[in-house]
């Protein structure tokens, strides 16, 4: 089940709404240019799936739900959150990023907090196993793990430089007390 919270970026401290309904949650994405579709979960554990098979997995997923064939490019992200005791300073937290061309984000494992900066809110949705994103050019963005817990997500652009990142020069990710979804 999907989670959205949605904040002003003048009040990061408590959302504008909660939304657990995806039917309510798919047309604020959109806004932002953002779909989000849940996919089939027939992939293997993560305990079985080096960098190659992520790969491999994801590429077979995408081609049979048939999206955008043009995805040359696909590198693993695994992120892993700290214990609940850690005390991570702002500056070594995620900062917000922009990508240089369009994206799919396919959550194979885990869970995380993806955070989207889009005009003046901050969207803030509770990624889990079998989650696809697509994120247009330009969105800014960063993804934070779990407390506790990993996270695997195969990212997927039409060449090498359109996942290459660029920070925003914002301050939104420091100021933003993360909400784990």
């Known amino acids: 089940m999907a989670i959205l919270a949605v904040y002003s970026d003048e009040q990061l401290q ?3 709404k909660v939304l657990t309904h995806q039917e309510d949650i798919l ?3 959109a806004d932002a240019g ?6 089939e979960q027939s992939w293997p554990p993560r305990s079985m799936m080096d960098a190659a098979k992520v790969i491999e997995v994801a590429s077979e997923l995408l081609t049979r739900i048939r ?3 043009d995805r040359e490019c696909v590198e693993v992200l695994e992120l892993e959150g700290p214990p609940g005791y850690a005390e991570v300073p702002a500056e070594e937290g995620p900062s917000e990023q922009t990508l240089a061309g369009d994206s799919l984000w396919l ?3 885990g869970v995380a907090t993806l955070c989207i ?6 969207l803030v949705l509770g990624c889990r196993r079998g989650d696809l994103l697509a994120l247009p050019a ?3 963005h960063w993804a934070v793990p779990v407390t506790g817990r990993q996270c695997l997500i195969a990212r997927s652009g039409s060449c090498a430089e359109a996942l290459s990142s660029t920070p925003t020069g914002s301050d939104i990710a420091s100021r933003y ?5």
């Open 14 to 16: 408590v959302p504008v």
């Open 27 to 29: 047309p604020i994405l």
């Open 34 to 39: 953002i779909v989000l579709q849940i996919v």
């Open 67 to 69: 999206v955008q064939p």
């Open 107 to 109: 959550f194979l494992d």
């Open 117 to 122: 900066h889009h005009a003046d809110r901050l």
């Open 138 to 140: 330009g969105t800014a």
């Open 177 to 181: 007390p993360v909400l784990e979804l």
